[in-house]
C-alpha cells in the first residue's frame, strides 16, 4: 500500500516553530506529556474492557516503557493502551490545537505582553491549547509514532519532521499501543541517561497509576510509586505532589488555585480530589466544552465526561472521585440516571461552595482573582441553580461606582442610603463604557452606589433572582428614576438643582411631534445633571443590553422603542427651549431634536437608523454654527 502524505491542520510551520523553541524553558517537560498521554490511553482502554474484556486478551497488565537506544539516538516511550487507528492518527496528530490555531496566535501574543514569569506564561499557553504531544519536537527532530488499535489488527506509522507535514503508512506491530520514537537532537543527549530519565519521571509523574519502566545501560527498572494519589492520606502527600497531579489530570501547567482533598464516609463513600485552576482556560465558555471531572469507582477509571459529577456552571474544577458504592461495570447510560451520582454531586457541590466561601472571607485578595476569572461562570449557577442560588449570590462579586475594588452584595446592602430601596446597576459590553454612562450622573451626584456589570449572564439571572436581602435589583437605564427619596449625607454638600428651562413643555412636545414612533415618549430627566439627554427603557419593557444581545443572535427582530430623556437645565436643551418659544424654525428643531436621539443612542452602542442623514444633519449644523 502507497505512503499517503498529509499536511497538518493549522498554521504549522511557524506554530511547531513556537513549540518547539519558544514555548518551554523546561525542555524535560515533553517527557511528562507523553507519559500522560500514554496513561490517559490506558485509563480508557481499562474502561471499555470492562464490558469488552477480550480486548485485553493476552495483554492485561498495562505499563508505560522508556527504552534508550543510545547507538540510534533515540527514545521510545511505549504504552499498551487503547492504541490509534488511521483515523485517530489524523484527527488527534494530524490537527494541532485543534482548538482554534488562529486563537493559539492571539494567546500567545497576549501572554508575551503580560506580566509574569516565561515560564508561567508559556506553560500555562500550552496547558489551554492542549498541543503537549509536540513539545516532542523541542528534543527530536523526527518523531514516530507507531500505533494499533485495541481489537484491530492493522497498525499504522505516523512519521513526521516537526517542518508543515507528516506520512502516514501502514505498518506491522505486534500488540496493542502506541510506540513514540524520538530521534534526538544533537543538544538533548543527555535524554539518553536513564539517570536523568528516572529523575524526570520521579518528578512530574510519580503519581502515575500503572507502572513505568526504564530500560537502558543494562537494566530495567520501575521508577514510579505507581500508587493512586488521592487514596493516601492528607498528611503523606506535599504541596508538589498536588501541584505534580493536578497538572497530570487536568493536562495543565499552572499551579492549583485551590486543592480540596478528602473522603466521604457515611451511607455512601467515595473519595475526592478536586482543584480550582489559578487560569482561566481560553475556551471557558465554549458552548462543546464539557466537564472534565474523571469518575473512579474502586480505584478503576470509568470516564472523564460524565455530565452529572458536577453541575456545568462548575465546569471549571478539575480532577476527580472515586466511589465505592456504584457498581464497577456502570455504563455511561446507567451513569446518568443513578441516584448514588445524585447524592455524590450534591456533596461536592456542597464542599467547592464551601472551599470558595472561605476564601472569600480569609483572602479577601485571592478571592478577587479567582473572581475576575470564573465569576462568570459561577454567575451561571445563579441562573441554573434555584437551590443554589442563595449560597451563590453571597459569592458573587461586582465591580461599582465606589471604586476600583470588588464588592458584595451583604457589602452594597449595608451601605446603602437612607432612603434607598432598591439595589442598582447598569450592565454593558464593558467597565469603561457603563461607567461613564450618562444615566448614573443622578446617582453620583446623590452618593449612591451603582453596581456596573459587564457578562451576557447578567441579562438573565437578575431577573430570575428579583431581590437580595428584601432589595429588588433595578436598572438605572429603566424609566422612573426614584432619586428624589434618597437622602445624602449629613456632611454632604448641599444638592444644587437648577430648574428647567422656560418653555420646556413645549420643545419636548415638539420633539415628540418630530420624532413620531423612533422613540416610546419625551420626557424631564431626574437622572441627568451633565449630559443633554439619554435613553432609557420604560418600565416593564426589556432592558436595553438584553435586547442588543438577542439582536445580535438574531433573536429579536426589530428595534424597540425607547425613552428619550432630556436634562431641562442643559445649555443646549435651554436654547432650544428659547427657540422654540420665540418661535424659531421647526425644521431645525426637528434636525435638532434627531441629532440628540442619535446622540443618546452613539453613547448607549446602539446603531444609528440612518447613518447618512446624520452625517448631513451634523454638517448643517455646523455650517450654520461658522
Partial sequence: MQMERHGFQAEVSRLLDIVAHS???????????????????????????????????????????????????????????????????????????????????????????????????????????????????????????????????????????????????????AGRGTDIVLHLRDDASDYLDAGRLASIVAKYSDHIQLPIHVTGDGEDRKVNQAAALWTRSKSDVSEEQYRD??????????????????????????????????????????????????LYVKRVFITDHCEEVLPHWLRFVKGLVDSEDLPLNISREMLQQNPILTKIRAGLVKRVLGELAKKAENDAAAYGEFWNNFGAVLKEGIYEDAEQREPLLKLARFRSTK???????????????????????????????????????????????????????DEFWIPSVEKFEGKEFKSVTRGGADLDQVKADADAKPEEKKPAAEGIDNLIALMKLSLKDAVKDVRLSSRLTDSAVCLVAEEGDMDMRLARLLKQHRQLDATLPRVLEINGSHPLIAALSKAVSNGGKNDAVTDASWLLLDQAKLQEGEPLNDPASFGQRLATMLQKAF
Avoid at 509514532?145 to 505498518?171: I, N, Q
Avoid at 487560569?279 to 466544552?289: G, I, S
Avoid at 451601605?415 to 454612562?437: F, P
Fill in 23 to 173: 514555548l518551554y524553558s523546561d525542555k524535560s517537560v515533553f517527557l511528562r506529556e507523553l507519559i500522560s498521554n500514554a496513561s490517559d490511553a490506558c485509563d480508557k482502554l481499562r474502561y471499555l474492557a470492562l464490558t469488552e474484556p477480550g480486548l485485553l486478551k493476552d495483554d492485561p497488565d498495562f505499563k508505560v516503557n522508556i527504552t534508550i537506544d543510545k547507538a540510534g539516538k533515540k527514545l521510545t516511550i511505549a504504552d499498551n493502551g487503547i492504541g490509534m487507528n488511521r483515523d485517530d492518527l489524523i484527527n488527534n496528530l494530524g490537527t494541532i490545537a485543534r482548538s482554534g490555531s488562529a486563537k493559539f496566535m492571539e494567546e500567545l501574543a497576549a501572554h508575551k505582553s503580560t506580566g509574569g514569569t516565561e515560564d508561567q506564561k508559556n506553560l500555562s499557553l500550552i496547558g489551554q491549547f492542549g498541543v503537549g504531544f509536540y513539545a516532542a519536537f523541542m528534543v527530536a527532530d523526527k518523531v514516530e509514532v507507531l500505533s494499533r488499535k485495541a481489537g484491530e489488527d492493522a497498525a499504522w506509522l505516523w512519521t513526521s519532521d516537526g517542518k508543515g507535514e507528516f506520512t502516514l503508512a501502514p505498518a506491522e506491530k
Fill in 245 to 294: 497531579f493536578y497538572r497530570h489530570v487536568a493536562h495543565a501547567f499552572d499551579d492549583p488555585w485551590a486543592t480540596l482533598h478528602f473522603k466521604a464516609e457515611g451511607k455512601i463513600e467515595y473519595t475526592g480530589l478536586l482543584f480550582i485552576p489559578s487560569t482561566k482556560p481560553f475556551d471557558l465558555f465554549n458552548p462543546d466544552r464539557k466537564q472534565a471531572l474523571k
Fill in 403 to 457: 471604586g476600583d475594588g470588588l464588592v458584595s452584595l451583604a457589602d452594597y446592602v449595608g451601605r446603602m442610603k437612607e432612603g434607598q430601596n432598591a439595589i442598582y446597576y447598569i450592565s454593558g459590553d464593558s467597565l469603561e463604557a457603563v461607567s461613564k454612562s450618562a444615566q448614573l450622573e443622578g446617582y453620583r451626584a446623590k452618593g449612591v452606589e451603582v453596581l456596573l456589570l459587564t457578562d451576557p449572564i
